[in-house]
T-cell receptor, first 114, second 113 residues
């Protein structure tokens, strides 16, 4: 079945450093890859997404890269700040025919040390 | 535009009971998906509703069911509750089935005692 692997499960960085989270998906039909940030006790918030016809997308300090051949996609956060501390989830969307669902990775707890 | 809303925010039930959770999507959004979030299993897809019809179902037992109304609001029902059903239940809405961006509600925290 569809599966998304996410690494690392925890990540601690110093303020100002960069953070990278990596995901691998199994369903070659996946065509959309969002990243969600979830702070403690709050809902997942979409922070950036990428579609299968694009290799890279950037939004200020956040960027996402996609390698369709290897079925890898990654989240890059530069100049990290304490408010970036949260759990980050990657997801892959399978869409086609009767299928339309997001498959989530297991999450990465990012801690930014001031 | 108001975001996705869910009621109730918290529920405490005992084993064997049943529960109904409600989700109101963003105005104009017609697709609603439900997810279960637990520390051990992460975010798992439950089902998707569009045009009052269940279009997709995840790998959950038949005790989990749902429906969607003509105004796109959705409910999910869990019957014969088990301890393992304790979780945060999240719904997410998108404009339609083709639209890929999903926006999450705040969730309903269900505790089964």
């Amino acid at each position: 079945g569809e599966n998304v692997e996410q690494h690392p499960s925890t990540l601690s960085v110093q303020e100002g450093d960069s953070a990278v989270i990596k995901c691998t998906y199994s369903d070659s039909a996946s065509n959309y890859f969002p990243w969600y940030k979830q702070e403690l006790g709050k809902r997942p918030q979409l922070i950036i997404d990428i579609r299968s016809n694009v290799g890279e997308k950037k939004d200020q300090r956040i960027a996402v890269t996609l390698n369709k051949t290897a079925k890898h996609f990654s989240l890059h956060i530069t100049e990290t700040q304490p408010e970036d501390s949260a759990v980050y989830f990657c997801a892959a969307r399978s869409y086609g025919g009767a299928t339309n669902k997001l498959i989530f990775g297991t999450g990465t707890l990012l801690a930014v040390q001031p | 535009k108001a975001g996705v809303t869910q009621t109730p925010r918290y529920l405490i039930k005992t084993r064997g009971q049943q529960v109904t959770l409600s989700c109101s999507p963003i105005s104009g959004h017609r697709s609603v998906s439900w997810y279960q979030q637990t520390p051990g299993q992460g975010l798992q897809f439950l089902f998707e509703y569009f045009s009052e019809t269940q279009r997709n179902k995840g790998n959950f037992p038949g005790r989990f069911s749902g429906r969607q109304f003509s105004n796109s609001r959705s409910e999910m029902n869990v019957s014969t509750l088990e301890l393992g059903d304790s979780a945060l239940y999240l719904c997410a809405s998108s404009r339609d089935r083709a639209a890929d961006t999903q926006y999450f509600g705040p969730g309903t925290r269900l505790t089964v005692l």
